[in-house]
């Protein structure tokens, strides 16, 4: 008895101060745990990917990772949100040979050396469908013949009106197939300058890369097809005819200038009801419907019988060369332009066929003209077409900001032709 | 109160004094706390002071990285802004012509700086800007101007002259307003441009501050830190948000940025900053506390066992003093209160023992007394009657019927009188001669008697009744008729007599004559039971050293010696007046 209770003594005596070791030790660990708080859990792989959203779009994206790693124990989609600084920090991370596994990338000419082709793993994998994506959506990211990036969104851009400001004029709402003759007589007509009211809002430093569809609607370009000349082209009768039509309806004051510095956006301007047009890509669209307006989406118009062109502003998802899990990498680009995933994506245009059927987008009036677009937009984009583009596309949108400002087109953008010839071999 | 206080402490001390429990309480209290009162105070002390000093370097490391991190970003936007400043002094090189750009030549001269400004960005770097005083600017497209004019911080900038600089710390309100406001710190430098054209003209470096208020954030949540930063006009930058004001006891650490005269303090709260300490020290205590719960809980578990076992034995000695000597107290285990407990045990069954003697002999004394009452009831109708007979005798001149009967009566008055146990030596002696005149009377001059004593020893005293036996045994067995010579000497051996009673008769074997001494069976007809009695009470009065020795040789003769202290009758008086 005497002695078990003296066992029973030592041992508590001991646990006691074992146990006030335990809690002083923990304590020490948890500090040391927050000053390694970034540190890795054993057995599991970190895929990094890289994403120029942010808001609401990045909690899409933040999502499609959740579930990825749900359907994949064991690894962690570290979902790297670079904003506004994206090619700032891809570049950089390129440079250090440490870059993210995964990246969105639109500018495929500028990365095209860092970057995984694609084609190697599509045609060893036997579940994707290739026909199931627009193909038109390819032609973006594909240089020299590879594909280097999987379509995850995109958007083509049509003509927004607002219907209060055409029915109280008593105009009829435009229809597709209406041409640029048609538009120029509306903005005429819903245009009161000494109201502050317009029938068109154009940017006045447009990136030279929306006015794409414009041009080659009415059969122009910035360049030649094969990318080697821009002389005959930038300053072609069709181009400057092109770009004129925004100049003239801004001196007519058919058209105002919108989202300039220091000035509203061309979307508040419209959701104001300041202007009765304005062409933009899906982006606004949600916003406009937030906002309450009674507005519709038309296709851009034509040049007289010519065909009416677009141009497509497309995400897709690469992988870097540099990746130590290309396999995995692939896998994640895969789900990340599964119909899946796709359907989650609210921010821009699903890129797949099925899930468009499957949603009924073609039948939503709203929707339906952004995909003929689509069908519009089979012109390469200039920028995929010269590796020296951006230089390039300094003069030319020098030339297109002062037009803008009611300087001569034909004379400036001959200015410009001329000026970068030097940018081509 | 101070009674009640008093009162308290009374019942405290007989509480740790007059239990078992409390002591053994104590005792194992004692016994925790002073092993862990040393150890507590060791770890306390060494590990409060590895704490501290870790704190101490922890909060040093979290304030020369944020000093670094300041000054790294001031450099860089000081030499950014030089570079930049450069560019648009150079004359050699093509400059801003137009204050906003509308010809061909002016966006490409806008490009090109732009392109420059870009170049200058870094990582941190969140813009810069070239801001015309109309409010135009050069550097991305998403400032709004009208809205940063409207800043404090931009309007602060104002006053700043040519070859000045503000710096400081702002949130961004002049970006696109759906997103939330970002900590930066930027730098304003005026522009003097000898064109003129960007006359009024600022340069807006913006570095993002979040790494910089991470280890802010850091000092102020981890190290508890208040941190204050001044520039070289002291004027305050950036102050913690807090309730807390500075005191004098805080531990300030306060370091200059000596290129830009800038001064950072962190102050951390004397208690906070030894927080880490305080804890540990808890923790000790804490450990105090439950092991005090735990000694007490032990002494418990041990002293309620003995101290049941000792309040089992304390109510049984209880009972036992109340008289229930039935009792026996179980004992299971060995240890020494086992023992006490067995001894407490055999000394009530000793005690049961002693005490049922005891009543025994009282049983028995009572009935002697009850028997002596008797005889002396008796004695008076005995006496009347003899001396009814004496007279009748006399009347009737029976002579001899007359003396024996005088003789009888004056032998049986000293045996029936029983006043005095210690009687004068010479009444023993007349006693015996009044016996003897009956024995004469009986068998006539058969034997003869000598007497031997000193005149001074007749006033010593001597047993009542310690001679006639003696005298009866030779009548009864040593003589046959009354035939025969007895002999009584009293000798003087300086404290104590020896008198010899001797006789000329049959004697008896050294066996017989011991078998006299030794105590009979109660068989009062049994022979020498009277000399036996003689023995006993002498050695009853005087002691065992006393007594009476038998000598005897088979048809010879016996010799009794008797031995008896001397004692005088004021002695006895003394002796029995106690």
């Given at each position: 008895?005497?002695?078990?209770?003296?066992?029973?003594?030592?041992?508590?005596?001991?646990?006691?101060?074992?146990?006030?070791?335990?809690?002083?030790?923990?304590?020490?660990?948890?500090?040391?745990?927050?000053?390694?708080?970034?540190?890795?859990?054993?057995?599991?792989?970190?895929?990094?990917?890289?994403t120029w959203d942010s808001g609401e779009a990045l909690k899409i994206q933040q999502e499609i990772a959740k579930k990825f790693?749900?359907?994949?124990?064991g690894v962690k989609v570290q979902v790297e949100a670079y904003g506004d600084g994206f090619d700032q920090k891809l570049a950089a991370s390129f440079g250090a040979k440490n870059p993210p596994d995964v990246m969105y990338m639109w500018n495929f000419p500028a990365y095209v050396e860092s970057l995984e082709p694609l084609d190697q793993y599509i045609k060893g994998d036997s579940e994707l469908d290739l026909n199931d994506f627009y193909q038109g959506l390819f032609n973006y990211s594909s240089l020299n013949g590879k594909i280097y990036g999987m379509p995850a969104g995109f958007t083509t851009r049509v003509v927004y009106y607002n219907k209060d400001l055409f029915d109280k004029a008593k105009i009829p709402y435009p229809k597709d197939g209406w041409t640029w003759d048609d538009f120029k007589q509306i903005t005429k007509k819903l245009s009161n300058p000494s109201k502050k009211q317009y029938g068109f809002g154009v940017v006045p430093e447009p990136d030279t890369y929306d006015l794409q569809g414009l041009v080659w609607s009415n059969g122009g370009s910035f360049i030649s097809d094969d990318g080697r000349k821009v002389k005959g082209y930038m300053n072609s009768q069709e181009t400057i005819e092109a770009i004129s039509v925004l100049s003239e309806m801004l001196k007519e004051k058919s058209a105002v200038l919108v989202g300039g510095k220091n000035q509203q956006s061309g979307d508040d301007i419209f959701k104001a009801g300041k202007i009765a047009m304005w062409e933009s890509g899906v982006w606004p669209l949600e916003g406009f419907k937030e906002a309450k307006i009674n507005f519709g989406t038309v296709e851009v118009p034509s040049f007289g019988s010519k065909p009416a062109k677009g141009v497509i502003a497309s995400s897709a998802v690469s992988i870097a060369k540099d990746s130590k899990n290309k396999d995995l990498a692939y896998k994640f680009v895969k789900f990340y332009s599964s119909p899946e995933?796709?359907?989650?994506?609210?921010?821009?245009?699903?890129?797949?066929?099925?899930?468009?059927?499957?949603?009924?987008?073609e039948q939503d009036p709203l929707l339906s003209p952004f995909y003929k677009m689509l069908e519009r937009s089979d012109n390469t984009p200039a920028f995929l077409l010269n590796k020296n583009w951006n230089e390039i596309n300094r003069n030319l949108s020098a030339a297109i900001n002062a037009v803008m400002l009611g300087q001569d087109a034909e004379k400036l953008l001959n200015t410009a032709a001329e000026d970068s010839n030097k940018y081509l071999k | 109160m101070v009674r009640y206080f008093q009162h308290f402490k009374e019942k405290l001390t007989d509480h740790l004094y007059g239990s078992i429990r409390a002591k053994l309480v104590l005792f194992f209290i004692i016994v925790a706390i002073v092993p862990l009162l040393l150890f507590g105070y060791a770890s306390y002390k060494n590990s409060s002071a590895i704490v501290n000093q870790q704190f101490n370097?922890?909060?040093?490391?979290?304030?020369?990285?944020?000093?670094?991190?300041?000054?790294?970003?001031?450099?860089?936007?000081?030499?950014?802004?030089?570079?930049?400043?450069?560019?648009?002094?150079?004359?050699?090189?093509?400059?801003?012509?137009?204050?906003?750009?509308?010809?061909y030549e002016g966006f490409i001269e806008k490009k090109n700086f732009e392109r420059f400004l870009e170049a200058h960005k870094t990582f941190n770097t969140r813009g810069i800007y070239l801001i015309t005083s109309k409010g135009y600017f050069y550097g991305g497209s998403y400032l709004n101007t009208d809205k940063l004019f409207q800043e404090p911080f931009w309007k602060e900038s104002e006053n700043v002259k040519y070859g000045d600089h503000w710096i400081g710390f702002y949130q961004t309100q002049h970006y696109d307003s759906s997103k939330p406001p970002e900590q930066m710190i930027g730098l304003i430098v005026p522009i003097q441009s000898q064109y003129g054209v960007l006359k009024g003209s600022k340069l807006l470096i913006e570095t993002k501050a979040d790494e910089l208020f991470s280890y802010i954030k850091f000092l102020e949540r981890d190290v508890h830190a208040f941190v204050t930063i001044r520039n070289d006009k002291k004027k305050v930058l950036y102050r913690s948000t807090s309730d807390r004001k500075p005191l004098a006891d805080d531990i300030v650490r306060t370091t200059n940025l000596d290129a830009y005269g800038w001064q950072v303090e962190v102050r951390v709260p004397e208690k906070l900053f030894y927080q880490s300490s305080t804890v540990i020290f808890n923790y000790t205590l804490l450990a105090i506390f439950f092991s005090i719960l735990l000694a007490s809980l032990l002494a418990m578990l041990f002293a309620d066992p003995i101290a049941k076992r000792l309040r089992k034995l304390k109510d049984s000695m209880g009972r036992v003093s109340a008289g229930e000597l039935d009792i026996q107290v179980p004992v299971k285990e060995k240890d020494e209160i086992a023992s006490l407990t067995n001894s407490f045990n055999q000394m009530v069954q000793q005690i049961k023992e002693l005490i049922e003697e005891i009543s025994e002999t009282e049983r028995l004394k009572r009935k002697a007394e009850l028997r002596a009452f008797h005889y002396q009831i008796n004695p008076h109708l005995l006496f009347n009657t003899l001396n009814s007979i004496q007279w009748k005798a006399r009347l009737a001149n029976a002579h001899e019927v007359q003396q024996m009967i005088y003789h009888l009566t004056e032998v049986l008055h000293e045996n029936l009188n029983f006043s005095d146990e210690l009687i004068p030596l010479r009444k023993e002696l007349n006693t015996i001669k009044h016996y003897l005149k009956v024995q004469e009377i009986r068998y006539g001059h058969m034997f003869q008697y000598e007497e031997t004593v000193s005149p001074e020893a007749m006033n010593y005293l001597i047993p009542r009744l310690s001679l006639q036996p003696l005298f009866e045994n030779i009548f009864f067995h040593a003589f046959e008729d009354g035939n025969g010579m007895i002999k009584l000497t009293v000798e003087d051996k300086a404290d104590a007599f020896e008198l010899s009673l001797s006789d000329n008769g049959k004697g008896m074997t050294a066996d017989q004559a011991s078998i006299m001494l030794q105590p009979h069976e109660s068989n009062e007809k049994s022979r020498g039971i009277g000399v036996y009695n003689v023995d006993?009470?002498?050695?009853?009065?005087?002691?065992?050293?006393?007594?009476?020795?038998?000598?005897?040789?088979?048809?010879?003769?016996?010799?009794?010696?008797?031995?008896?202290?001397k004692r005088s009758v004021s002695y006895d008086q003394s002796n029995s007046s106690r």
């Open positions: 008895m005497r002695k078990i209770s003296m066992k029973a003594f030592i041992l508590l005596l001991i646990s006691m101060f074992s146990l006030a070791a335990c809690s002083n030790s923990s304590s020490s660990e948890n500090t040391a745990a927050s000053n390694n708080g970034k540190s890795e859990g054993k057995g599991t792989t970190t895929l990094r990917f890289a790693e749900a359907q994949n124990p995933a796709i359907k989650m994506r609210t921010a821009d245009l699903p890129v797949r066929i099925s899930v468009v059927k499957e949603m009924k987008m | 370097k922890y909060e040093t490391f979290a304030t020369s990285q944020l000093e670094k991190q300041l000054v790294n970003i001031i450099d860089q936007m000081f030499v950014v802004s030089n570079d930049i400043q450069q560019y648009l002094s150079d004359p050699t090189l093509i400059v801003i012509k137009e204050e906003i750009p509308k010809t006993q009470r002498l050695k009853l009065h005087f002691g065992n050293e006393y007594g009476l020795k038998i000598v005897s040789e088979l048809k010879k003769g016996t010799t009794i010696i008797m031995c008896w202290p």
